[in-house]
Structure formats: structure tokens, C-alpha cells
């Protein structure tokens, strides 16, 4: 009798590529079978986002394109943080769903899909503070990093953010069950690790924090490469930041969400920081941490951000001199405090996506000229996997920097020395060094 199949359709952060992976790994102990395509499949779930009003959007859209994919007795359900901030809502809203289920609810899907398929419709959206899915045995997509929760929720409450309404308050997994994790995906011949969490750096459990953290992790046989997402400025102690200096493993990149270079509008998003303590922050990272890569968040058209602040963000982006932004508009979501905000302090979205133009000109202007200044320099990068672009492979440095080069698929995996040659703004293109043998010593 062939093993019922499932697909899993999977949107936003890194969290839900890992959710994902833990579902895609408790079907299979149940019998199921993974496909990469809608069509057909007896269980179909789409693993959603709710950060932005877009990315629900989009899945809405998405539930109506499948509905013609599915067979008769065909499972949809819908699962991920929108799932969690609508519940049965989602239900009601869309007919042809069946389960509704929030990232603390995977443990029950094998036993609410059969009860689907009997007929019923149901929603499993509790928190569970005790739930870390250790039992659980990922899935795991990519054969060259592995992607490790290491807390879920988060106890910080931005005026904007949505993130505490569907992932739960923050808890942190033993460090001992993180350090099993890693050492099981190190053997399996994955040599890069990344932490995961909504806010990493406040990582403790109970007697550890995230220097221990990094240390431990650091320290497995076989890591070459330990990365993290994302951290929050307040949260990079002096202790933090010595075990990210000291740990080889540790990548010389760190993602710093600013949101924003006004401290009038950070206080308002209540980020618990200012425009200078965030600056103290970046340059506690940079004297710690030679050659240290920065990237960032920015979020333009806040409630209430006037062309002063706005010109704050802006010349905060040109004094950090960051090696990337990643820029959006303010999108309002209900349930956040964001919307308590009186309308006449609403941005309008011609001047939301005014300021967003001229803020990624900064960003793609400074980061064009900084890295026509690497080419000609030689880095190391692991390959990734094959590129969109024919015949070119999408492999990374330490710094987090992204080298298309040439070559075949058996090359994925692989450390290899580049040499920078070419660069379209964002991107490197590079070519492979060849390896030559050591030179004799002088006699």
C-alpha cells in the first residue's frame, strides 16, 4: 500500500523553515511520504507568516490557487503564526481549510489529520511554555547548514511587532539538548550551524546564557562555520561579545536590527534603546571583532516619523556604513499597540514608499562602493547551492557575503578559496583559486 503524502509550503522567517523541517520529520515517523508539489498530495499545509499584512495576503491568495490542486479527500491546513493569530477565523474564512494550527500545536498534527480526514475541522492553537520538540527528528532541507532553535518567543514588546501574539512568550532550550543537536547534524557532514531565535542573544536557560552558549556549540567537534539570528542590541553583554571575539567558529558577521536611526521614533516603537546606545553597541561589536560585517533592519513610515527622523535613519546608515539593510514599510497589525496610535499620525503610503526608495539608493549606493573596493582580494567561501543564473554556483564567506562562481552541483558543500572579480552592487561574482602546493622552507 503506497505511504500517504505530504507537502509542506512554508513563508517567511528562518523559525518556520525549521518549524517546517520538524513537521516534515513527524509525518515521516508516521508514515508520510514528503512531495514537492501541491498536486495531488493528501495532506497539504501551508506554513505562514504574519509580520506583515503581505505576507498574509499572499497566502490567502495561495489558498485559492490549491483549492484546484486538491484531490476530494485532500487535507489543507493551515499552520505558522497567522495560523495562530487567527485561529478559527481562518476557518471560517476559508472553506476548503481544515486544520489551524500554531507552532506550539505541531506535536498533535498526525492525530488532527486523520480526524480531518474523517471529516472534522479543528484548531490547535495553545502555547505550550514546555515545548521544544526534542523528540522530534527534523527534516532537514539543506545539506550544507543546519538551521537550530535554540529559544522560541520572545518577551519584548514592540509597539509594531506581532511576534510575542503568535510565537508565545520566550523560553529557551538546555543547553545540553542544543549541544546534542549539533552534534547530531555535525555528524551527518554539515559543518555550518546557525543559532535561531526571535531574540538569540537573551538566550538562558535557567544556568546558562549565550556566551556559554556560543562557547558550547563552538567547541563540537566539526563546526567551522556558527552563525546566529537574530539578536537584539540590548542583549550583547561584554560577555556576549568576548565568547563571539574568542569562539573561532563564530562568524565575523552579526545582524543588528536597528528599525530606526531616531531615537523619538525608537522610544515609540519601544525598543529600549536610543539611536546612541545602539551606535555604542556597533562599536563595542567592531573594536571586539576584526573585519566584523554588520547588516541590519530598517522600518520607515511609523506612526508619527516625521522627515526629521526619517533623515536620522538616513544618516545613521551613512555613519554605520552597514554591509546590507533589510528595508520595509511600516505595515500595522491588528493586535500590536502600534495601532493605538492616534490616524492623524498615520504615514501615508506615497510617503512611506518615497522615504523606502531613497533609503535603499543609500543602501545599495554605499554598499555598490564598498564592495568594488574588495575586488582583486581572496576569501574563502562555502558553496551553497547551484544559483538561478545557468552554470553559476551561490556559495558565501564568513562575513556574510554572497560569491556567485563557476562550477558543477559537485561542488555544493565545499570550502573553497575565491578571488573576488566582479560585482553587480549586492552581490560578488568570483573565481576559483587553484590550489597550489606549500613552497619548500628555506634551508
Not at 525608537?266 to 536610543?274: G, P
Amino acid at each position: 500500500m503506497p505511504r500517504p503524502t505530504v507537502y509542506i509550503e512554508t513563508y517567511g522567517c528562518q523559525m518556520n523553515v525549521s518549524d517546517t523541517e520538524l513537521m516534515l520529520g513527524k509525518l515521516a515517523d508516521s508514515g508520510y511520504e514528503s512531495v514537492d508539489q501541491p498536486d495531488g498530495a493528501d495532506v497539504i499545509l501551508i506554513n505562514t507568516c504574519a509580520i506583515r499584512d503581505h505576507a498574509e495576503q499572499r497566502v490567502i491568495g495561495r489558498l485559492g490557487e490549491i483549492k484546484s490542486k486538491m484531490k476530494h479527500d485532500s487535507v489543507l491546513g493551515v499552520t505558522g503564526c497567522m495560523a495562530q493569530r487567527l485561529g478559527a477565523q481562518l476557518l471560517d474564512r476559508v472553506k476548503h481549510v481544515s486544520l489551524v494550527i500554531g507552532p506550539d500545536g505541531y506535536r498533535e498534527l498526525p492525530a488532527l489529520i486523520e480526524s480531518a480526514r474523517d471529516g472534522d475541522r479543528a484548531t490547535a492553537v495553545d502555547f505550550d511554555l514546555e515545548e521544544h520538540y526534542e523528540d522530534f527528528v527534523p527534516r532537514r532541507f539543506d545539506g550544507v547548514k543546519a538551521w537550530i532553535p535554540v529559544q522560541r518567543g520572545c518577551d519584548y514588546k514592540c509597539t509594531y511587532c506581532i511576534v510575542p501574539t503568535t510565537r508565545g512568550p520566550e523560553r529557551s532550550r538546555r543547553l545540553s539538548d542544543v549541544v546534542r543537536e549539533v552534534e547530531s547534524v555535525v555528524a551527518s557532514g554539515i559543518s555550518e550551524v546557525v543559532l535561531l531565535g526571535q531574540t538569540v542573544n537573551s538566550y538562558f536557560d535557567g544556568e546558562h546564557d549565550f556566551a556559554d552558549l556560543l562557547r558550547a556549540v563552538g567547541s563540537v567537534h566539526g563546526v567551522r562555520r556558527l552563525r546566529f539570528t537574530s539578536p537584539h542590541p540590548n542583549d550583547f553583554s561584554d560577555g556576549v561579545i568576548e565568547a563571539i571575539a574568542k569562539t573561532p567558529a563564530c562568524c565575523e558577521h552579526v545582524h543588528l536590527p536597528m528599525q530606526s536611526g531616531s531615537t523619538r521614533t525608537l522610544k515609540r516603537m519601544l525598543r529600549r534603546y536610543t539611536r546612541e546606545t545602539y551606535f555604542e553597541c556597533a562599536a563595542r561589536l567592531r573594536a571586539a571583532i576584526p573585519g566584523l560585517s554588520l547588516t541590519t533592519d530598517i522600518i520607515v513610515g511609523f506612526p508619527g516619523e516625521t522627515e526629521a527622523d526619517f533623515e536620522d535613519t538616513l544618516s545613521a546608515v551613512r555613519e554605520l556604513n552597514f554591509e546590507d539593510a533589510y528595508t520595509f514599510k511600516f505595515s500595522r497589525r491588528d493586535g500590536t499597540p502600534a495601532t493605538r496610535f492616534p490616524a492623524s499620525e498615520t504615514v501615508s503610503d506615497d510617503v512611506a514608499s518615497e522615504r523606502l526608495a531613497r533609503l535603499i539608493k543609500v543602501v545599495r549606493g554605499a554598499s555598490r562602493e564598498r564592495n568594488l573596493g574588495l575586488l582583486g582580494q581572496r576569501r574563502e567561501v562555502l558553496v551553497e547551492k547551484a544559483a538561478k543564473r545557468g552554470g553559476l554556483l551561490q556559495s558565501r564567506t564568513r562575513d556574510f557575503k554572497t560569491v556567485m562562481i563557476p562550477g558543477d552541483a559537485t561542488l555544493i558543500g565545499k570550502y573553497l578559496q575565491v578571488e573576488l572579480t566582479g560585482t553587480t552592487g549586492s552581490t560578488f561574482l568570483g573565481q576559483i583559486v587553484a590550489q597550489r602546493p606549500a613552497l619548500p622552507l628555506a634551508g
